[in-house]
């Protein structure tokens, strides 16, 4: 059972335009989520996370959006540049449990 | 400081065979967890240690073990390999400093992921 679910395998956007990334869960136990990007023959990297006790989180050009009542995160990037081409995985916790991951979004940033 | 690092990168292996990996944390990170992730399948949990215990567990099989040093140094061991054994496996550690029910999830919890290990199954 899928508990976190990207819906979308892959995104294309124009470079300096605002890229969105989502997210869904289905149990509302989670507390805590993280997105992470991924490169080719690489970990994924840490990019940004929220508690569920926020709605939002920011940090550079990158803002996650919670919205706990619609089991819903959203990742904005912007302004995209061409290296944030990447797979983007969402990742949900309860209680400091085990992290669910959905299956990734790739996105492409066309110069 | 230092990041997750996996030994060995790359590795193939005959199906029957059996495989170990390693994956040194973060210095001061108590918990490592394991994934596998192949094409299509995200990101497949497959264990956490935290203080040498495992707790927690996916769903793979007994085939699929692990274990955790008192240095925090774990290793992942695969025995009878079959060809659909053939994934990226990667190890992610974090600080997680209020485990487990307790405390909830926390920045603690934040997990730094490690190159990987590609295991390809001939």
């Known amino acids: 059972d899928q508990q976190v679910k990207q819906n979308s395998p892959s995104l294309s956007v124009q470079e300096g335009r605002i890229s969105i990334l989502n997210c869904d869960y289905t149990?509302?136990?989670?507390?805590?989520f993280l997105w992470y990007k991924k490169y080719p023959a690489e970990g994924p990297t840490f990019l940004i996370s929220?508690?569920?006790?926020?709605d939002k989180n920011e940090d550079g050009r990158f803002t996650v959006f919670l919205n706990k009542s619609a089991k819903h995160l959203s990742l904005h990037i912007v302004p995209s540049q061409p290296g944030d081409s990447a797979v983007y995985f969402c990742?949900?916790?309860?209680?400091?449990?085990?992290?669910?991951f959905g299956t990734g979004t790739s996105l492409t940033v066309i110069p | 400081k230092a990041g997750v690092t996996q030994t060995p990168r790359y590795l193939i292996k005959t199906r029957g065979q059996q495989v170990t990996l390693s994956c040194s944390p973060i210095s001061g990170h108590r918990s490592v967890s394991w994934y596998q992730q192949t094409p299509g399948q995200g990101l497949q949990f497959l264990f956490e240690y935290f203080s040498e215990t495992q707790r927690n567990k996916g769903n793979f099989p007994g085939r699929f073990s692990g274990r955790q040093f008192s240095n925090s140094r774990s290793e992942m061991n695969v025995s009878t390999l079959e060809l659909g054994d053939s994934a990226l496996y990667l190890c992610?550690?974090?600080?997680?400093?209020?485990?487990?029910?307790?405390?909830?999830?926390?920045?603690?919890?934040?997990?730094?992921f490690g190159p990987g290990t590609r295991l390809t199954v001939l």
């Open positions: 149990n509302s136990m989670f507390d805590y």
């Open positions: 990742a949900a916790s309860a209680f400091g449990n085990q992290f669910y």
């Open positions: 992610a550690s974090s600080l997680s400093l209020l485990p487990g029910l307790a405390g909830g999830t926390s920045w603690t919890d934040t997990q730094y």
């Open positions: 929220i508690s569920s006790i926020k």
